[in-house]
């Protein structure tokens, strides 16, 4: 079948009792010269700025995106993370996936429907390129927000770990055989807001939406304000029941929506506490290293300018609350019966060439010459065949099953995991060191969802879809580096709907431009079982 986009997003629209607007936006993707730390360095900006831009919409709006690679030495690719992409898989953004590497100077559209709000972001997802600045926020507003009434104002608040140094370096001293700790880069130090300013201007007596955002390579932060209480009202782009905290940690990809009231009587500023987890595993009671935060900012909430900026706040012990506890706001219960079970367990391994490596299953993720998606486009009843897609680590679900995904972290730290296309359920995530997943464990009946969840060491973790959003979607470590270790599957979702899915024609051309087959199997090939030409050992030189 073939999709129209554009019809189809405003039939979309239509169907669920919206307006549809199309929101626009035009960008260069450039160099910038910036120092949000104090270091200067380039960074990958848009228009020649950054931090890069804001991008709203409401719900039931178009979001067109239309970029231009300008960078000259480096291809690109723009990823929206969190967003469904419902009827635009070929607009996810994964390169090596959705789409081809945009070279530069060539321009491709991006353009989905706006179906559910919430807190996002986007992303570059090619290259490890978002380190070296290419994200930003992405917020989709609510005009039915359970929430609208219980707050004046909103604000966003980024958090990152920060390197001085571009990535491909980085990546290229990570992938050596010498690495034998798989030692990942290490930041220099911790930014907020992308180093534009940490205080926060608020009002006495009044209360605010506080849209936490944490892009880090790699690490999680902890968030506390002062005295005041956080009531979270949401979790990536997930409304739940409101609960009160003192303290959160946010995972790399993570977002968190928290109210904060200022009392009426304030009579000062109130500083507040984004401080880096640098830990393997901050609870553990016996660590191999001691626990300790050496990159944090101290920021402001400024109630008066007149009054002292630079108070600080010690925090004795982090004991954030327990994210997978968070109970939904629609009280949905667990999705069952479960049809269909996807069991990863994750751990470092080696390529055949002694290079580290990370691995799902014993297999490293290998990119192949053509991206996922067009071949399941392409190989008619064959794209079912995860045989035909190479080594990377396809899985299969038909339409309509329940998937229940299971990761087994067999590390000895705490990992981000993130799933494309999909808001899923967290039935289980049990502490450190509960060992791996089995039939009997007890599980959450009303599960809390978002998109990306912090597995523990030693531990796993229990996730739900409903298989009702066809296409290709990425499942991986959202540490960075991981990815670029090859801490990557490939969910191959109902398939059978992706034949004949159209691909728009300026996508095309930059995979004509790079000089990339757009159909066949993983090589080209129009056999799915011909395996002439698969890429079956991982490039043993990271060229960026």
């Known amino acids: 079948m073939h999709r129209g986009h554009l019809t189809t997003l405003i039939v979309l629209s239509q169907a669920a009792g919206l307006l549809a607007s199309t929101v626009t936006y035009d960008w260069n993707i450039t160099w910038v010269i910036a120092s949000p730390d104090g270091f200067t360095r380039p960074v990958i900006g848009i228009n020649d700025d950054w931090p890069c831009p804001i991008v709203e919409a409401n719900v039931g709006d178009v979001v067109t995106i239309n970029v231009n690679n300008k960078l000259g030495n480096e291809t690109t690719g723009l990823h929206f993370h969190g967003i469904n992409q419902l009827s635009t898989n070929n607009m996810d953004g994964a390169v090596g996936v959705n789409q081809c ?36 926020p992405l917020i989709i507003h609510d005009p039915e927000d359970p929430y609208k009434d219980d707050y004046d104002e909103e604000v966003i608040l980024t958090m990152s770990d920060w390197y001085r140094e571009q990535t491909p370096p980085l990546i290229q001293a990570m992938i050596d055989p010498n690495n034998t700790n798989f030692a990942p880069p290490i930041p220099n130090s911790t930014v907020v807001n992308d180093g534009t300013g940490s205080h926060i201007a608020m009002a006495p007596g009044k209360t605010y939406r506080v849209r936490m955002i944490n892009w880090s390579a790699m690490f999680s932060t902890f968030v506390q304000f002062d005295s005041l209480d956080m009531t979270v009202i949401a979790i990536d782009a997930s409304y739940v029941k409101k609960q009160t905290v003192r303290n959160l940690r946010i995972s790399a990809a993570q977002r968190s929506d928290v109210l904060i009231t200022i009392p009426e009587d304030a009579d000062r500023n109130y500083p507040y506490l984004v401080a880096m987890d640098l830990n393997q595993d901050y609870a553990d009671p016996d660590p191999p290293r001691p626990i300790q935060f050496p990159f944090n900012v101290t920021g402001q909430l400024v109630t008066d300018a007149e009054k002292a900026t630079d108070g600080n706040m010690t925090v004795q012990k982090f004991e954030p609350y327990d994210d997978v506890t968070f109970a939904p706001h629609d009280d949905e219960a667990a999705y069952g019966p479960v049809t269909k079970r996807w069991l990863l367990n994750f751990n470092y391994c080696h390529d055949v060439n002694g290079y580290p490596r990370a691995c799902f299953n014993d297999t490293t993720y290998i990119a192949q010459k053509v991206p996922a998606l067009y071949s399941a486009a392409s190989l008619g009843d064959n794209n079912t065949q995860a045989e035909a897609y190479g080594p990377i680590g396809a899985f299969v679900v038909e339409y309509g099953e329940v998937l229940e995904i299971v990761i087994n972290n067999n590390n000895e730290a705490i990992h981000p995991f993130h799933l494309h296309g999909h808001q899923f359920q967290v039935l289980a995530r049990p502490a450190s060191g509960a060992g791996n997943w089995s039939q009997d464990v007890a599980v959450n009946d009303v599960p809390p969802r978002r998109d990306t969840v912090a597995v523990n060491p030693k531990s796993y973790a229990v996730f739900r879809i409903k298989a009702d959003n066809p296409g290709v979607f ?66 043993t030189v990271y060229t960026g």
């Open 101 to 136: 590497p945009l070279p530069p100077d060539y321009s491709v559209q991006y353009l989905f429907y706006a179906d559910q709000p919430g807190t996002y972001w986007y992303h570059s997802h090619s290259m490890g390129q978002y380190p070296d600045g290419l994200r930003g």
């Open 474 to 539: 990425l499942f991986h470590c959202h540490v960075e580096w991981h990815v670029e270790l090859g801490l990557t599957a490939t969910l191959l979702e109902a398939p059978d709907r992706l034949v004949n899915y159209t691909i728009p024609q300026d996508h095309k051309d930059a995979c004509d431009a790079m000089g990339i087959p757009t159909t066949g199997n993983a090589a080209g090939n129009a056999d799915w079982d011909n395996t002439d030409g698969f890429v079956t050992v991982p490039p």
